[in-house]
């Protein structure tokens, strides 16, 4: 068991601190969504009826696909942009690990199986980090235009203004609304890490470099 938590704390910690924000945002959107049907003299729902709510739903999806399409973006853009002196940046001048041809590896018992197998299937793995956030990115942004389609009918119901298709919503301006002003907030945060690790230094975090690094120093 100590073991386990040695090895696997920051993902240990990390899900929890998820789950419990998970928890306290469906309880808090839970009550919000009753008050809100309490406004307009319909019945509260119980807690069942409410996680398969298009108002639970675009709350959550919505989040996410930004999540997941910062990530996405940030992987695929490491691959080809640097910036000098950020411990997030590959170094311009030097030759990374990450760019190590895993062809020369197949030999390598210890290389996982598709480095040994080679071919298509090695091509998939050497792309298998951004197609994974690419699909997780993909499903959550549909899930977000089915799932805010059917809040933004609900609340077009309440105030006598009729009901969107998903299409009418991913078209018109809500949707897209609420997709920018998350994802540019990702965008800004992940840039900010990326500038800010060039001057400023955690100690003891691998995000930072070590704390005596010159400024010039990539990675």
């Known amino acids: 068991m100590k073991n ?11 899900f929890a601190a998820f789950f419990v924000c998970l928890f306290g945002q469906t309880m808090t959107g839970y009550a919000v969504y ?12 119980s807690m069942p009826m409410y996680l ?5 739903g675009e709350a959550i999806f919505e989040n996410w696909e930004s ?9 695929l853009l490491t691959v080809f942009l640097f910036q000098k ?7 311009p001048d030097a030759t990374e690990e990450s760019d190590e041809k895993p062809e020369s590896k197949s030999s390598d018992s210890n290389a996982p199986w598709p480095v040994r197998h080679g071919g298509f299937v090695l091509t998939l793995y050497k792309n298998s ?3 994974a956030f690419a699909f997780l990115f993909l499903m959550s942004f549909s899930l977000h235009a089915v799932e805010g389609a ?8 309440l105030h006598q203004q009729g009901c969107e298709t998903v299409r009418e919503y991913v078209t018109g301006p809500q949707f897209w609304f609420e997709s920018f002003q998350n994802w540019q907030s990702e965008f800004l945060a992940v840039g900010s890490i990326v500038i800010l690790s060039i001057f400023l230094r955690q100690q003891g975090s691998p995000e930072s470099k070590s704390v005596a690094a010159p400024h010039s120093t990539t990675g």
């Open 4 to 14: 386990i938590w040695k090895n696997n704390s920051l993902s240990i910690v990390l």
């Open 129 to 131: 980090l951004l197609i």
């Open 34 to 45: 009753n008050e809100d049907r309490e406004e307009h003299q319909q019945q509260v729902v």
């Open 150 to 157: 059917r809040e933004n009918c609900r609340e077009g119901v």
């Open 85 to 91: 002196g950020s411990a997030e940046s590959k170094d």
């Open 67 to 75: 999540e997941f399409l910062q990530m996405a973006a940030y992987i």
């Open 52 to 56: 398969t709510s298009g108002h639970f």
